[in-house]
């Protein structure tokens, strides 16, 4: 069957079903939302004369959550427009309606024999062939489809999504026995293809893969705590970035998620898990029975692990539960002396400093990451068949950027080994014969690409679904030049990548050395080049601070001068090169990483790109060639009759309010993408496609363009209108003296100078106006103070 998806129809509008809602309307689906009828009005719908007939009070309950989903932070639509995909109503009056729809997805409460009678209903009215899923996390899938219909149940399965929806990455399906192939092998491409995820296939085992192993990581934790006598944030600290986990740590992430889902989780595990060798890891500990008699569940009830008070002078607290008193005390900074020994290394190289740590440090790690170890091995086939899907599914669902094995490789499998049998620790008996039969590896990188070893067959196999991904860490042998700061591949079929790989992939001399030695390859040998990384961090935070930061302290200011200029020849020659340079932006894309994708001729951007030129924030204006791009971009969308300063303004507040996008598709509202650029919801695909867009590129016979002599600037007419602007924000204290300061230097370098009437003028003159500004701003006490700030790890000063 060639199946499409253009209407989805959800049911619960909680905060799972909203937020699903949605994420499908981001990617451009109609959504119908419903949820049930009130038993009764209100007293605010009484006291406006309405009935338990009115739509109004009908629809309350859809109505209200939509509602509160879009104020949520983090939003969960690219845009706000998208809202108006979505259709509200309610079970009684509109659940006909989905016969309509090509997919109907329940997300109601985690009851069965509601489910199983809303079920019954939906099979009534959907038309053959639809498709019909869960997202339950605590019900087996199987016992929801019982006594449904032939074709319901051809039809049926689960397909759990993690919260945040849009944010998220895990989609993991779980088909039935009854279950059709086709839609399972649907599903698992769709996710991946059109909702941005990845997708695992699971087995309808009690909380499926992500949580089996999520939470009783969580558990294990928390027993150790209560064994070390560990604080909060001390296991908050162990647990967070440092060994690529989220910052929020075990007891802040709890508070995030509330602790009623991990009394409940851990409890139903506990019930359905009487074959598991570690069912007693599910018993809660007194911790968290203290924590559910008081009804301290997290950030839901005011108070968890930790609790924000107003504090002196009305200002923030953050104040940390002792497990021993089980009183609120001041939060502390922890430190641990370990971690001075890894800062400066990759993530796969940090782990055996830290398991050889004779500190508490090392002994919660003993305790926690090699039982970790151990408790997988024994999930194989029970949870799945395969250890990759294992490692996608707590990847993709609780951010981990390591899996499980794949941490274990890192450490070594006969390191990890010895370590475990130390600790009394014994895996399943499959990793023994693994390496009894000379493999010493759960992945290994071939041609390209990343293998794992499938346990039945005693062979690497590809991960299925990976096949048109290119992931730059697995391409270590198609380097063709690399510097300390950026490596250039061969991406295959005559296109080049850049990869920057400095501290945030900010640009310094060797990014910069990087840019023109990879144009200069493509320019002579490919056809063209696709700009890009794999980091989970930033694209690139913009520029090398510490650099300007010296010349300008020591008034250097020819340096300065020289360092800019540089740069700005850097873009030009982004843009202006004989060959196709397509961006592929994704998270922070701030400053230069913001410039430079703004000089591509074609951008391939990540949905989750957060884009700006907020050079603003330190003191600055944008001069690698920002400001000037946004002066012709407005340049190029004038038309006749059109208000052209209010065109203008808009670039001009984007810029001097920092603004960055909070999507790739809000970076087209604001100007940074333009038609033909594209948004790809898959990080995974994200090098594909770009390199895709350049042969495309390349193949429509590309020409190298010609610097522009035509871009319309509005000169004095500008600059006085945001002066006016800039003088009324400073009487009224909205803003500094320096930021007015900085605000008229991006006046006068976007509106062209002081010339006398609007008229065109050149990329290089515009360019030698904002390197102008940016050069005297560099000398301003004010402007080095916040960028002093910065580097010392602070908030951006507003001096």
């Known amino acids: 069957m060639n199946r499409s998806i253009k209407k989805v129809a959800v049911l619960g509008s909680g905060i799972m079903g909203s937020r699903i809602a949605c994420h499908f309307a981001n990617i451009g689906c109609e959504v119908l939302l419903l949820d049930i009828v009130p038993r009764e009005p ?16 009908r629809n309350r ?16 639509l ?25 997919w109907v997805i329940e997300v109601i409460v985690e009851n069965l024999a509601i489910k199983k009678s809303l079920f019954e209903k939906v099979d009534a009215l959907r038309k053959p062939g639809t498709l019909i899923t869960s997202n339950t ?18 039809h049926f399965c689960g397909t759990h999504f993690f919260n945040p929806p ?57 027993q150790v705590v209560a064994e070390m006598g560990l604080t909060v944030e001390e296991v908050d600290k162990l647990t967070s970035v440092v060994v690529g ?34 069912r007693d890891a599910f018993v809660l500990p007194e911790m968290i029975k203290k924590l559910q008699e008081n009804k301290w569940l997290g950030d839901k009830t005011g108070q968890g692990f930790y609790k924000k008070i107003k504090g002196a002078g009305g200002k923030s607290e953050i104040l940390a539960l002792n497990l021993q008193t089980f009183e609120y005390e001041p939060s502390q900074k922890v430190k641990f002396d370990v971690f001075e020994k890894t800062k400066s290394l990759a993530l796969k190289d940090r782990f055996a400093v830290l398991l050889a740590d004779k500190g508490k440090a090392g002994e919660f790690y003993r305790k926690t990451i090699l039982d970790g170890f151990r408790y997988v091995t024994y999930r194989i086939p029970e949870i799945a068949d395969e250890l990759y899907r294992i490692d996608a599914a707590i990847c993709a669902g609780f951010g981990w950027e390591m899996g499980i094995f794949e941490t274990w490789d890192a450490l070594g499998l006969q390191k990890g080994l010895e370590l475990m049998k130390a600790e009394g620790m014994e895996p399943a008996s499959w990793v ?38 290119i992931i730059l860490e697995n391409l270590s042998d198609g380097i063709v030049w690399k510097n300390g700061e950026s490596h250039i591949y061969d991406l295959g079929d005559g296109i080049l990548g850049l990869e920057f790989r400095s501290k945030m992939n900010t640009f310094g001399a060797g990014v910069i050395e990087g840019v023109h030695k990879a144009i200069s390859l493509a320019e002579k040998d490919f056809r063209g080049l696709v700009i890009g990384n794999d980091s989970t961090e930033a694209f690139s935070a913009g520029a090398n601070l510490a650099m300007l930061f010296m010349y300008a302290v020591e008034q250097e200011f020819d340096e300065v001068n020289l360092m800019i200029a540089q740069f700005q020849q850097t873009m030009m020659r982004v843009r202006y090169s004989s060959i196709p340079v397509v961006v592929a932006p994704h998270t922070l894309a701030l400053g230069g990483g913001c410039e430079i994708t703004l000089h591509a001729d074609r951008v391939v951007a990540a949905a989750e ?40 303004q808009s670039a001009f507040m984007n810029i001097a309010t920092a603004k960055v996008s909070t999507s790739g598709y809000e970076a087209f509202d604001m100007n940074y993408f333009r038609r033909g650029d594209e948004v790809v919801l898959n990080r995974s695909r994200l090098i594909a496609d770009a390199k895709q867009a350049a042969i495309e590129l390349a193949e429509a016979g590309y020409t190298q363009p010609k610097q522009r002599n035509d871009i319309r600037v509005q000169g004095k007419a500008g600059i006085a209108l945001f002066k006016a602007g800039i003088t009324s924000m400073l009487m009224g204290k909205y803003i500094s003296e320096h930021d007015a300061k900085i605000a008229n230097k991006l006046a006068y370098a976007i509106c062209g100078g002081d010339l006398s009437y609007p008229q065109n003028v050149t990329e290089q003159y515009l360019l030698d106006l904002e390197r102008e500004a940016f050069l005297s701003l560099s000398g301003e006490r004010k402007t080095l103070e916040r960028i002093q700030s910065l580097l010392n790890g602070g908030k951006p000063l507003r001096n």
Not at 42 to 55: I, M, R, V, Y
Request: net charge negative.
């Open 42 to 57: 209100n007293d605010a719908e009484k006291a406006k004369g309405l009935t338990l007939e009115s739509p109004a009070v």
């Open 61 to 76: 309950i859809v109505n209200e959550a939509f509602q509160n989903t879009l104020k949520a932070n983090p939003a969960a």
């Open 78 to 102: 690219y845009s706000t427009a998208f809202a108006n995909r979505v259709k509200l109503g309610n079970f009684d009056d509109n659940l006909a309606e989905i016969k309509n729809y090509d």
């Open 137 to 154: 996390s605590g019900i087996p899938i199987h016992l929801m489809a019982e006594g449904r219909s032939e074709d319901f149940q051809k």
């Open 166 to 222: 849009r944010y998220l990455k895990l989609l993991e399906v779980i088909p039935t026995p009854q279950t059709d192939s086709t839609v399972v092998d649907f599903l698992m491409h769709y996710g991946d293809r059109f909702l941005g995820k990845t997708t695992v296939l699971c087995k309808d085992t009690p909380a499926f893969i992500a949580n089996r192993v999520g939470v009783y990581s969580m558990m294990k934790t928390m």
């Open 245 to 278: 986990r989220p910052k929020s740590g075990t007891f802040r992430l709890s508070d995030l998620v509330g602790l009623d889902t991990t009394i409940n989780v851990s409890n139903n595990l506990y019930a359905a898990l009487t074959h598991d060798e570690s």
């Open 432 to 469: 023994h014969e693994m390496i009894e039969s000379g493999v010493n590896s759960f992945y290994k990188k071939e041609g390209g690409k990343r293998l794992y070893y499938d346990i039945p067959s005693k062979s690497y196999k590809l991960i299925p679904g990976t096949e048109s991904f």
């Open 609 to 648: 790109t957060y884009i700006g030129l907020v050079e603003v924030g330190v003191g600055l204006i944008p001069a690698g060639g920002g400001t000037k791009e946004m002066a012709l971009r407005c340049s190029d969308l004038y038309k006749a009759g059109d208000p052209e300063l209010n065109i203008l």
